[in-house]
């Protein structure tokens, strides 16, 4: 007999002296429920970066994403949505107004699939995930049914989102992060990594985060609208300096 084990004479066999097995067990639980946390971080993600309502079995998802700072005040939200709209339209020359605006990918589907249980998972292991990914979706008052209803609304999200870049959040040696407002007035971080091309010439890539818990879209602040007109304008008559 090893060492390491014990005799367990009443079912004839024999038990870890260390609690091996159920220390992995109980470490295994954790890293899936925190991976059920971050799909249902990626969830929030879908229906709140974009004006993303879906419908499935007659139950419509969604979460709202709202701010009026007064009670006969607009709502930030529609302020953004129509002072960028006013941006794109207006008659001037200088920058392209197609320029103005950058388009991300959402990569929820890709995201989602490294949260996501493998095939060779046990059952304890998918049912915390699982336990996991709805409970945390109800806690923000979603009534998520099932983890298939889920899977479905992260699977049809949008595939892309564009809008403004309003102003860098988090600078860093050569990364930062960024504010986005986007053409349905919601605000969005996104990321820049620095890196030196064949010509070494500063090479910026912009892509959204991986991380769910960074992703999300927000109201904005109250003065949208001054923000984003002075941003435009600044764009917009820049080559015209000298």
Known sequence: ?????????????????????????????????????NMAQLLVATLTETPYTPLFEGVRYEIPV?????DDSPDTVDEARDALAEALKARASGM????????FQTDYRSIAKKFLPDRGDGERNR??????FVGTVRQLEVPLPDPVTGYKIIKNAP????????RTLRPRLGMEQAELVTTAGRLVTFESRNSFGLLATDVWTEYLPENPRERGGRAPRPMIATTIRERVVKLRTKKSER
């Not at 709202?66 to 007064?70: A, F, G, M, V």
């Not at 595939?159 to 309003?166: A, I, W």
Request: proline letters at 3%; glycine letters at 10%.
């Open 1 to 37: 007999m090893s060492e390491n084990l014990v005799p367990f004479s009443p079912n004839g066999g024999a038990i870890e002296r260390f609690g091996m097995s159920a220390a992995i067990g109980d470490q295994l639980d954790r890293n899936f429920i925190e991976r059920g946390i």
């Open 66 to 70: 709202s701010n009026k700072y007064s």
């Open 96 to 103: 392209n107004r197609a320029r103005l605006l950058k388009t």
């Open 127 to 132: 049912k915390a995930f699982e336990g996991s």
């Open 159 to 166: 595939k892309s989102l564009c809008g403004l870049r309003l």
